[in-house]
Structure formats: C-alpha cells, structure tokens
C-alpha cells in the first residue's frame, strides 16, 4: 500500500490565498487496476491560473496544476515503470492514473518531452504549459515583425520572460515591466530586453513614451488592468494586443474590481486587435512549441530562469510567494 498526500482546496479564496484555505490529506492509494500506473511526483508547479480558476470549482477539490513525476509501478505496457510523465495532478506526491481514458482539454497525462539534457523541471516551465503560452500567445496573435516594437507586462515571470527573448529573436525591440528594481536589472543585462521599467515606481505613460518615442506595436499583456490601459493609450495604428490574463485582478473581488481608463478611443481610432486566448487553443500543437523552445534554450539563444523552492509542505508558500511577486522567471517546487 502506498500512503500518499494531497492539499484539497476546502474554502473559496479571499483576496491573497490562506493556508487553512487548504487542507493536506493523507490517505492509502489503492492496489492498481489493468491500464493504470503509480506516479511519484518530482516538480509540482504552481501557477496564477490555480488562484484565477478558485472560484469556477467547485469546494472541496484537488488542486490541480501541472507535474513531472515518474511512473512507479504500471499496469499500462505503453508507460512502464521509470517513464517520466507530465499530468495535470496538481500538489500531490502520489497519484493513480489511467492515461488511457478521456480528460478535459489540458488534463491528458503526456510523456515528458525530449529534454535533450535540460533540467526535467522546465517541463512544467520552459517546455512546458508556460513555454508553450509565451510561444503560441505570442507569435499567432502579435505576430510580431522585425524592428516592431513589443511591450511586455509580467516581464520576468515563467511566461513573460519567455515572450520577450522570443520576441528579441524575432528582431523586435523589447520592453518590459516587473515589479522591482532587481527584475529590471535582469530584464536588461542578462535577458537582453531593450529597456525595462519598475511599474511600481514608474509614470507608465511617460517611461514608454521616451523608451518607444514611435509608439509600440505589439502588447503581451499579462496583467490587464490601468497599466495595460496605459499601454494601448502608446500603440500604433494597426497594433495588436495578446491578452494572456490579468494577475492584476486574480485576488480582487469581481464585485469590486477597480476602474481602468477607457480603451475604447485607442481601439478605434488606432484601429488595435486586441484576441484574448487560452493556451488549450493549440492543444495538439504543443510539441512543435517544445521543440523550437529546446533548441533556442540548447543553442544559448533563450534562457529559462526558475525559482525552485523544495518540499511538499512548502507549495502553499510557494504559491503566495509567486502571486506576490518573489519569482524570477518560473516558481515550481521540487517534491
Ligand atoms: P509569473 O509571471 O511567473 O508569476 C506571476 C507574477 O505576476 C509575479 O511574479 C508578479 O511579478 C506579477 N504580479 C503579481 N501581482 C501583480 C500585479 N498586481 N500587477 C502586476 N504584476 C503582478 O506567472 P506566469 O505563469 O508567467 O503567468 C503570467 C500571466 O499569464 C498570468 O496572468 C497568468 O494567468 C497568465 N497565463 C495565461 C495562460 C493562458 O492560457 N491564457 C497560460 C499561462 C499563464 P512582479 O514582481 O512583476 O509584480
């Protein structure tokens, strides 16, 4: 009998997570069925959208979110016992899965792709669902062109850092925003991102204006709210907007979101595209997004910070920490 752990999300959060609004439960997994396999968890990851999707579930649940982890034991010939796996079971250390039945779109349990030697942690960063947002949220809906200029908000998380070195690879002028001085530092020297700017410090409007005195061309925005109404009141004509989320607003209460400067007027008359996605979209396609983002991370072209924490007791801080700020690059926690 294996005793394994999980954290179930017991209550609806209020504002910033609580700890006591998870409860870790121990329990024996049962003997394996045909077509099942024992997974031990390796790299959990903890992500914005586990704090964005809270209200959509339903209390109690698991909390989801994506993990390495390595088959144990099997009664599935295709994933015998050593094969490393990624599935969307979340902060557990052991789990039973069927990889053989129907999930949700995101939820299919996928052999870890060809790391070609890269740490296996990236799968659930890099080359992973991160890698695979900044990749295909970024080129399919800016579809950015040489000497354009690219905003980027969030700049120095999982999947705005990404978005801006894609971004310098493609020819483009880069600037980010992050939320302190230190991030700006490593946005610029060791990114390589044109310019960056503290938003916590900075006149948005102002800081763009000298940094993209000809207006910018492409936002990835993925933060939403007045920084991003900022920013479309500096684009071009014909300028095109990824909305990848609003970590602005996940620990608001939607009764009481705040106010952000009307962006209608910039819509119009600067005519913008503005395409709102969930990185699902290009569910069968994920494997084409890892492969070109190994070769730029193996080739030097692209870095992929992380911020391990370690411990499976430590994933509620983890969490918080991430939500706060406290990550350069992707937050994932070796178990
Ligand atoms: P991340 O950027 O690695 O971590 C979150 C970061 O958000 C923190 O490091 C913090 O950095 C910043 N932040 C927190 N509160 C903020 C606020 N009030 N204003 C501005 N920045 C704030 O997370 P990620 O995984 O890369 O996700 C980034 C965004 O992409 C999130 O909005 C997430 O929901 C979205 N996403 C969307 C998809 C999709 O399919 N559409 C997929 C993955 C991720 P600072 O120090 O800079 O404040």
Same mark, same amino acid.
């Given at each position: %009998?294996?005793?394994?752990?999980?954290? +179930? +999300?017991?209550?609806?959060?209020?504002?910033?997570?609580?700890?006591?609004?998870?409860?870790?439960? $121990?329990?024996?997994?049962?003997?394996?069925?045909?077509?099942?396999?024992?997974?031990?968890?390796?790299?959990?990851?903890? &992500?914005?959208?586990?704090?964005?999707?809270? !209200?959509?579930?339903?209390?109690?649940? @698991? /909390?989801?979110?994506?993990?390495?982890?390595?088959?144990?034991?099997?009664? &599935?010939?295709?994933?015998?016992?050593?094969?490393?796996?990624?599935?969307?079971?979340?902060?557990?250390?052991?789990?039973?899965?069927?990889?053989?039945?129907?999930?949700?779109?995101?939820?299919?349990?996928?052999? %870890?792709? &060809?790391?070609?030697?890269?740490?296996?942690?990236?799968?659930?960063?890099?080359?992973?669902?991160?890698?695979?947002?900044?990749?295909?949220?970024?080129?399919?809906?800016?579809?950015?062109?040489?000497? $354009?200029?690219? +905003?980027?908000?969030?700049?120095?998380?999982?999947?705005?850092?990404?978005?801006?070195?894609?971004?310098?690879?493609?020819?483009?002028?880069?600037?980010?925003?992050?939320?302190?001085?230190?991030?700006? /530092?490593?946005?610029?020297?060791?990114?390589?991102?044109?310019?960056?700017?503290?938003?916590?410090?900075?006149?948005?409007? $102002?800081?763009?204006?000298?940094?993209?005195?000809?207006?910018?061309?492409?936002?990835?925005?993925?933060?939403?709210?007045?920084?991003?109404?900022?920013?479309?009141?500096?684009?071009?004509?014909?300028?095109?907007?990824?909305?990848?989320?609003?970590?602005?607003?996940?620990?608001?209460?939607?009764?009481?979101?705040?106010?952000?400067?009307?962006?209608?007027?910039?819509?119009?008359?600067?005519?913008?595209? %503005?395409?709102?996605?969930?990185?699902?979209?290009? @569910?069968? !396609?994920?494997?084409?997004?890892?492969?070109?983002?190994?070769?730029?991370?193996?080739?030097?072209?692209?870095?992929? !910070?992380?911020?391990?924490?370690?411990?499976?007791?430590?994933?509620? &801080?983890?969490?918080?920490?991430?939500?706060?700020?406290?990550?350069?690059?992707?937050? +994932?926690?070796?178990?």
């Amino acid at each position: %009998m294996v005793k394994a752990r999980k954290y +179930v +999300v017991k209550k609806y959060f209020d504002g910033v997570p609580k700890r006591d609004d998870f409860e870790i439960e $121990e329990y024996e997994l049962p003997p394996l069925k045909d077509g099942e396999i024992l997974i031990k968890a390796e790299w959990v990851s903890v &992500d914005p959208y586990l704090r964005a999707y809270n !209200r959509f579930n339903k209390i109690p649940y @698991d /909390q989801f979110s994506f993990q390495v982890g390595k088959v144990e034991e099997s009664k &599935d010939p295709n994933y015998p016992v050593g094969t490393k796996v990624v599935t969307h079971k979340g902060w557990c250390d052991y789990c039973i899965v069927n990889p053989s039945l129907p999930t949700a779109p995101g939820q299919s349990i996928y052999k %870890m792709p &060809d790391m070609q030697g890269l740490p296996e942690s990236l799968a659930v960063g890099a080359i992973g669902m991160p890698g695979v947002t900044a990749y295909f949220g970024f080129l399919e809906i800016c579809k950015p062109k040489p000497g $354009e200029t690219v +905003v980027v908000t969030g700049a120095a998380g999982a999947v705005g850092s990404l978005v801006g070195q894609i971004a310098k690879i493609k020819g483009c002028k880069v600037i980010g925003f992050a939320g302190s001085d230190d991030k700006v /530092q490593w946005l610029e020297q060791d990114l390589g991102f044109d310019k960056a700017f503290n938003y916590k410090t900075v006149n948005v409007t $102002e800081a763009l204006k000298q940094a993209a005195p000809n207006g910018v061309d492409c936002y990835f925005d993925n933060v939403g709210g007045e920084i991003s109404s900022q920013i479309l009141g500096q684009m071009n004509v014909l300028g095109r907007i990824s909305v990848c989320g609003s970590i602005s607003s996940y620990n608001e209460d939607p009764a009481q979101m705040p106010k952000a400067t009307v962006v209608q007027p910039a819509m119009v008359f600067k005519q913008l595209k %503005m395409e709102g996605f969930l990185v699902w979209r290009w @569910d069968g !396609r994920w494997p084409e997004a890892f492969a070109q983002l190994t070769d730029w991370i193996k080739s030097g072209k692209m870095k992929a !910070r992380e911020h391990i924490s370690e411990g499976f007791e430590n994933l509620y &801080d983890a969490f918080v920490g991430m939500l706060a700020g406290k990550n350069f690059g992707k937050a +994932v926690i070796k178990i």
